[in-house]
Each structure stands twice: as structure tokens, then as C-alpha cells.
């Protein structure tokens, strides 16, 4: 390996009010070298990022490359150097075409016209060259996730990037698009170019990095040879502490506790369902693998009562449902932990006790002949407070102000009242801190414990596989048979979640 | 069948060009800035700020060209004001672009009062005559109609066709469109998000302008109150006709001002039966009916009303 540094920062500090996101960050990446930059959500790696290109002014430090202070504030001039960028939410514009898109900004903006021949032509060389297969007058908007992904990687290699920075690249991926990821990346490595990979998955980090950076509370940390170190020791130093893993007790399989049978739905915008069948029994967790937009967020709507069924029946507790409501899921006992936090699961300018009472304000325990029972709901928000461990300053903060683990302990607390038989629990930790995982896991484990039937819905393959008693995969609105604890390789969930049928798994 | 003979009369079509002219420009220049991402509702007041500029820079002895580039001028004011207040402070499009509109007319109606203190009835100018384009003109129905209108409504032609081929063809218009679809795509590119969408408004803005210059240049040859009469608006709905493109957006002009001719002709031959009201309604009520069939699936720009700053994902 070569050591000329092709990147370096040197003492990065970021303020943003008393709040310091970056605290004199300073370390470099050498030619042909992949380093992982390790980090929870707020450790900071979202604001070097952003620094390192452009869109933020650190107010302390330089970022050089290839021996050249950048100048601050100016994304031109880390592109100029060499420097390219995948972002995490993809840059690209849907109605435009692959080549358009990767054009954007080469050429003159003065220029009479777009020259598309050439822009094709390189497009295709460096597309054969690296592996990166896509039809450049393809539209955005009709690719795959993965592809979209590549002609990001085409938009940084066609302005001859030389440091590519990817930004949590594999957080939309299956785990066969990871793979191929990887197998590009590797490649790129090989041809001299060097890969910041920012990411908080473990075991991605050990594939394909050569040393890792740990970021933790915006201070630089640790830094470790990839092949010195193990994901524990990289977790420790990442959460400043030892994290306990998830215990998975042994529990009784109980009785059928939520049954959807030969059910329908067509939801305005969204993957329909057809005669899916599915049965929850008490004490168990039922994990739901799936490429997001597969159909879950349909599930998810018809047993939260968002929807209702074209056709057939669904039960809780052995009681066929005749409406089917939001209020009839409630009253039927189904605790609900939304997918989004910020847009479904709470109302951001209300009160934290507001929030909390918000499933619930109709029942007596909290109005009085259609009066509100104020005093109820504070004490009620005052108890989640307490037994969930929240971080709040008082019932009636508005909940917007709250981190996101503050607000999903109380929207988990607010869904798990009253030990609700039934609890659909979608992506329950996106976009928590290790911490706060834990944490949520360990609650919906106590429910399991008690005998609650748990749909667990989750793009982190390694969640569901940590908590699931059985395992579904869904792929284009069909749900798989389930599988046991251990029953399926990743692998083999991988090949469902890409929509292979489980007869030719079964054959292979 | 005295209606159907209408549309075979050559003065029919060649109202429903003339009538169609402003309102292209002002299609265009609205397609414009939301195609980079921002709606502006400024448009009815840009035209009465633009029929007014026109028309008065005339009056006062200028020649009428350059009435059309002080009208352009005035509209690329307004746009500077309404792109300033939503593109980096990130205000709502809404309420900007009604404040441009009561603004600009407003302002409007005081400097005609301020300049012609004594008038009753607005003084008339010379405008812009037919220039007969020589063979073209003489192709029979069509020519009358496409090719022996004014000078501005050639421009308006010209109009189009530059739009469309900035749009797509041009770095430029790729750019225009990737701010009004994805501006953080834009910005990743180190392109400055907020320079194309300033850009975008300016040049809508002024198209606007000479959309109003048409009326009072090439139409009416005089300003007065409540000219423009809405075709701000149904410029807006003209766009999302034309699903963001420049071509069907020109049809979607054409249509409304051939439903305009047809309903002042059909209320000539009906002998004050029908309410001539029930006439006046019918451009408005066809074009609602269009928009049913053609724009419910409309796909529009992803970020149109969406403010975009820096960094923020």
C-alpha cells in the first residue's frame, strides 16, 4: 500500500450553537485504501461529511487534497479535486435519464447544446470498465434501488473522482446488491482510487475496509486496523461501553392471537395484497424481512385499521373483526408502533402529553362527558416518562423537540398500555443509537414474555434474525412460507428478498 | 349548421392565435419557473405591472420594441422580488406570489393614475401591425391564421421553440429541470440551486410581462383596469395542462383561446336567446373539463414548492 495521504483533515471543529457536532477532527486516507468511518446517528460523521464537501463551513481546520488546502464552503472545489460523493439519499432527479443526470453540471451551462454523444460514450466505457451495467437513457425513476445507486457511482467516476466518500450506502440494499456494492468497490480500490465508507453496520465495516475511524459524541475516538480489531470491540468503542446483547428466552407458543385469513387489499398508492394469509401466536415474535416497498407497509396499514380488506377476514383473539377502523384495531388490542415517528406516530407541535393520550383521549380514563381529563393525561405522560426512561423535560414540551429514542420509548410506551394482546411493531429502531435499540428490543421481548403476539417489520435483516421466532420475507406483496430460529441462511432470506420463489431455492 | 361554419372561417382562426398569444407567453414563462421549482402566483399581477410598462413607455414616445424590453425589464423586477423572498429565505410560494400579484397591480393602477392624473378614457398608441409573412401567409386557412399576425406573435412562436430547446437539449435546461425535480442533485454537481432558480423566475417572470406587453401592444392599444382578466391564472392551469411541456402547453393555449373565439362568434348567431353569461362560461368550464381527462396523472416536478437549503437532506 501506498502511504502518500490523498486526503487529510486536520483538526475539523464544528459548532452548531453550544452543540459541538465535529470536535478538532483530524486523520487521513491514504492511495488504494478503504477506511471505515464508524459512528451512532449524531456522533458527528453526517456534519465531517458535509464539511469535507462543501455544504457546511467548519469553523475551525482544513480538509486538503492531494496536498491542497480546500477552499471552505465550496462543493465545486471538492469535485475539482478529485473528490466524489454517494450520498444516502440518492442525488438524482427521477424524470431525467441515466445519462442526463450523470451530464449534470460537466458541461457548460452556456453551451448551445447538451453534447449527449460523448456523454454516452464515456458513460458506456467507464460502465464496462468497472462493472457498473446501466442503460444510460434509461429514466431514474424506472430503476432499481441498486442501479440508482451505480449511476451515483457513474456520476463520481465520470468526473474522475479519485476519493469516493459513500454515506451509509447499503442502508437501502439487499444484501445481494451489497455484495455486488462490495465487489465494485473492491475494483475501484484495485484501479488506485481511494473509499471513505461511512457506516454503522459492523460487519460491513470488517468486509471491506483496511481501518477503521470510530466517531463517538463528535470526538474522534479510536482508530484500528481493520484486521486487529472485532465488531465488539468496535461496538464498545463506538458506545463508549459494553452493549448486551438481546437475551431471547425460551417462551411457551401460545395460542393464535392475530389471524388475517385470505386476505385482500388495495390500498390507493401502494403494493397491493392478495389472499395473504398469516397467523401470530402469543409469545412469539414474527419477524418480516422485505426490501422496503415489497408490500409491508400494506400489512402494516390493514393490521393497524389504515385500511381495510377488499375480501376476507381478519381476527384478534379469535374474534372475527365486522369493521375494520383504526379504532376497531385499537379496541380489538392491537398496539401500534408506527413506521415514521415524525409523520404518523406523533404530531410534532403537540404536547408530549397530548401525544400520548392521542389513541386513547375518547376512553373515560381521559375525558369526562367530552371533556378532557388534563390532569389524567399529564400523570399518564409522567408515568411513560418514568417507566420508559425518557428524556423529557416536562408533559407538555411539544414532542418535536425530543430526540428520536425519546420519542419512540413514548410512542412504544403509548402502543404497549394496558398490555395490548397484539403488537405491530414496524422498524421500530430506525434510526436509533445502539442504546436506544437495545432498549426497544428488551420491551418487546417483556411483551413476548407475556404471552403478546409480535409482528416485528424491519429492513435490518440481522434485527429480525436477532429477535424473530419465525422469519416471513416479503417480495412484491407475496409473503413466504415462515421459517424457524436458524432454519434460512441469510443468504437464502437474501434470494427471497430479491424475489426469487421459494421453489427454486428449493431446487438450487 | 352555423357553428360548425365557425371554424371554417379564416377570421376565426386567426382571432384564436391572436387571442392565444399572451397567453403563451405567459404559459411559457410560468412553465419555466416551475420547472425549476417554483410556482409563481406573482404571474397576474407581472402582467398587469407588464401591460402597463409596455404600453406607457410607447406613449411617452418610445418605440415599440422597446416598450417590449421595459415591459421584460418590469416582469424581471418582479421576479427578482418574488425569487429572493422564496428562494433563499424559503417563504411560502402561496403567499408570495398573491402578495407579487396585489403588489404589481396595485402599483400598477397608482403610477397610471400618477402619470395620467386627468384622463377618463385611456389614450390609444400605435401598435404593432400584421406582418404578413410572404408565401407562408398565402397557404389557405392556416396561413391567414399562423402566418399574418403581428411581429409579437411570431416572437411568441420564437418563444416556444427556445424554451423547449433549452429545456432539453441544453446543459442549462438540464439543470433548470433537475432543480425543479431533485436540488440536491443539482447542488451535488456544485451547481448553485439558488442561481438557477432566481435565474428561472427572472426569465418566467419577464416572459410574463410581455405576455401583458401583448395586450396592451398587438391587442387593445391602450391600457386600462382589469385587462388582463385572468389569463395569469389560466396560464397556470395551462401548464399543468401541458404537463410541464413546452409543446402541449402551446396546445393547450391555442385550445382555450380557439373555446374564446368560438364563444364570442356563437354568441353573435345566437340572437340573445342564451345568456351571452352562459357563452363567456364556456372556455372556463372546457378547460376544467380538460384538465379532468388530461391532467389527473399528471407527473409534476418533484420539488415544485419545495424551498431547498443547503445541506440539509
Redesign the interface.
Known amino acids: 500500500m501506498s502511504p502518500t495521504p490523498v486526503l487529510r483533515l486536520h483538526n475539523i471543529t464544528k459548532r452548531f450553537g453550544s452543540l459541538v457536532a465535529n470536535d478538532a477532527i483530524s486523520f487521513d486516507v491514504r492511495e488504494g485504501e478503504v477506511v471505515a468511518l464508524l459512528g451512532e446517528n449524531g456522533a458527528g460523521k453526517t456534519t465531517l461529511m458535509n464539511i469535507l464537501f462543501g455544504h457546511y463551513v467548519a469553523d475551525e481546520g482544513t480538509v486538503e487534497a492531494f496536498g491542497k488546502v480546500l477552499p471552505a464552503g465550496d462543493p465545486n472545489a471538492a469535485l475539482a479535486a478529485g473528490i466524489g460523493m454517494v450520498h444516502q439519499h440518492f442525488t438524482l432527479a427521477d424524470n431525467m435519464t441515466v445519462l442526463e443526470n450523470v451530464a449534470l453540471g460537466t458541461q457548460s451551462l452556456w453551451a448551445p447544446r447538451l453534447d449527449r454523444k460523448e456523454a454516452s460514450s464515456r458513460i458506456r466505457a467507464l460502465a464496462q470498465g468497472f462493472g457498473l451495467v446501466v442503460d444510460p437513457d434509461a429514466t431514474i425513476g424506472r430503476l432499481t434501488v441498486g442501479e440508482r445507486q451505480r449511476v451515483e457511482i457513474l456520476k463520481a467516476l465520470y468526473r474522475d473522482a479519485r476519493i469516493l466518500i459513500l454515506d451509509e450506502p447499503t442502508a437501502v440494499l439487499t444484501p445481494g446488491e451489497a455484495e455486488a456494492l462490495f465487489r465494485t468497490l473492491k475494483l475501484l480500490v484495485a484501479k488506485g482510487l481511494s473509499i471513505l465508507f461511512i457506516s454503522h453496520k459492523m460487519h460491513e465495516v470488517t468486509a471491506i475496509s483496511d481501518r477503521v475511524l470510530v466517531l463517538r459524541g463528535g470526538k474522534l475516538v479510536g482508530e484500528r486496523k481493520t484486521n486487529e480489531t472485532d465488531s465488539r470491540a468496535m461496538a464498545a468503542l463506538m458506545v463508549g461501553g459494553e452493549i448486551a446483547s438481546p437475551k431471547v428466552e425460551a417462551v411457551q407458543r401460545g395460542s393464535v392471537r392475530f389471524a388475517l385469513s385470505q386476505v385482500s387489499a388495495r390500498p390507493p398508492a401502494g403494493v397491493p395484497l392478495n389472499n395473504l394469509t398469516l397467523e401470530l401466536h402469543g409469545g412469539e415474535i414474527a419477524g418480516l424481512a422485505g426490501v422496503s416497498g415489497n408490500g409491508q407497509a400494506t400489512l402494516a396499514a390493514l393490521m393497524a385499521g389504515t385500511i381495510a380488506p377488499s375480501s376476507g377476514t381478519i381476527a384478534v383473539d379469535g374474534r372475527e373483526a365486522r369493521s375494520w377502523t383504526p379504532r376497531a384495531a385499537l379496541g380489538a388490542g392491537i398496539g401500534r408502533v408506527p413506521e415514521d415517528r415524525h409523520a404518523v406516530g406523533s404530531i410534532g407541535d403537540m404536547t408530549v402529553a397530548e401525544n400520548v393520550i392521542s389513541e386513547r383521549y375518547r376512553t373515560r380514563r381521559f375525558s369526562r362527558f367530552g371533556f378532557l381529563d388534563w390532569t389524567a393525561a399529564r400523570r399518564f405522560a409522567e408515568e411513560l416518562v418514568r417507566d420508559y426512561d425518557v428524556k423529557c423535560p416536562s408533559p407538555d414540551a411539544r414532542i418535536r423537540l425530543l430526540s428520536g429514542g425519546n420519542m419512540q420509548k413514548l410512542i412504544l410506551g403509548r402502543a404497549l398500555d394496558g398490555d395490548p394482546p397484539v403488537i405491530l411493531a414496524n422498524q421500530p429502531t430506525r434510526g436509533l443509537d445502539v442504546g436506544a435499540v437495545a432498549y426497544v428490543h428488551s420491551r418487546l421481548l417483556q411483551a413476548r414474555k407475556r404471552g403478546a403476539a409480535i409482528l416485528l417489520i424491519s429492513e435490518d435483516l440481522e434485527e429480525i434474525l436477532a429477535l424473530s421466532d419465525r422469519v416471513y420475507v416479503m417480495s412484491k406483496g407475496r409473503l413466504s412460507s415462515p421459517s424457524a430460529r436458524g432454519e434460512r441462511s441469510v443468504s437464502e432470506l437474501g434470494e427471497l428478498m430479491a424475489g426469487r420463489s421459494e421453489d427454486a431455492l428449493h431446487a438450487a | 349548421m352555423e357553428a360548425f361554419e365557425i371554424l371554417l372561417q379564416t377570421s376565426f382562426w386567426v382571432a384564436a392565435i391572436r387571442i392565444a398569444s399572451p397567453l403563451i407567453f405567459a404559459t411559457m414563462g410560468e412553465l419555466i419557473c416551475e420547472r425549476a421549482g417554483v410556482l409563481n402566483l406573482g404571474i397576474e399581477g407581472i402582467m398587469v405591472a407588464g401591460a402597463f410598462a409596455g404600453w406607457v413607455t410607447v406613449y411617452g414616445g418610445g418605440d415599440l420594441w422597446t416598450g417590449v424590453v421595459v415591459a421584460a425589464l418590469v416582469g424581471a423586477a418582479f421576479g427578482l422580488l418574488h425569487a429572493t423572498l422564496t428562494v433563499p429565505l424559503g417563504l411560502s410560494q402561496h403567499v408570495v406570489g398573491i402578495g407579487i400579484t396585489l403588489f404589481a397591480t396595485s402599483l400598477t393602477y397608482f403610477t397610471y393614475r400618477l402619470v395620467l392624473p386627468q384622463v377618463s378614457s385611456p389614450p390609444k398608441i400605435e401598435p404593432f401591425t400584421p406582418l404578413p409573412i410572404p408565401s407562408l401567409s398565402e397557404i389557405p386557412l392556416v396561413g391567414q391564421a399562423l402566418f399574418a399576425q403581428t411581429p409579437l406573435t411570431y416572437l411568441a412562436y420564437a418563444v416556444v421553440a427556445v424554451t423547449a430547446w433549452v429545456l432539453y437539449?441544453?446543459?442549462?435546461?438540464?439543470?433548470v429541470?433537475?432543480a425543479g425535480?431533485?436540488p440536491?442533485?443539482?447542488?451535488?454537481?456544485?451547481?448553485s440551486v439558488a442561481a438557477i432558480r432566481i435565474g428561472a423566475v427572472m426569465v418566467g417572470s419577464a416572459l410574463m410581462a410581455i405576455g401583458g406587453a401583448f395586450l396592451t401592444m398587438s391587442a387593445f392599444n391602450s391600457f386600462f383596469f382589469e385587462m388582463v382578466n385572468g389569463r395569469g391564472w389560466i396560464a397556470i392551469a395551462l401548464v399543468v395542462f401541458g404537463s410541464w411541456r413546452p409543446g402541449k402547453a402551446l396546445l393547450g393555449a391555442v385550445l382555450f383561446a380557439a373555446f374564446d373565439a368560438f364563444q364570442i362568434r356563437l354568441q353573435q348567431i345566437s340572437g340573445g336567446i342564451v345568456p351571452y353569461q352562459v357563452f363567456l362560461m364556456m372556455p372556463y368550464i372546457l378547460s376544467i373539463a380538460a384538465l379532468i381527462l388530461v391532467a389527473r396523472r399528471a407527473?409534476y416536478?418533484?420539488a415544485l414548492m419545495v424551498p431547498y437549503q443547503?445541506?440539509e437532506?
Open positions: 437539449r441544453t446543459p442549462l435546461g438540464l439543470a429541470r433537475a425535480e431533485n440536491s442533485a443539482v447542488e451535488a454537481q456544485g451547481i407527473t416536478p418533484k443547503k445541506g437532506r
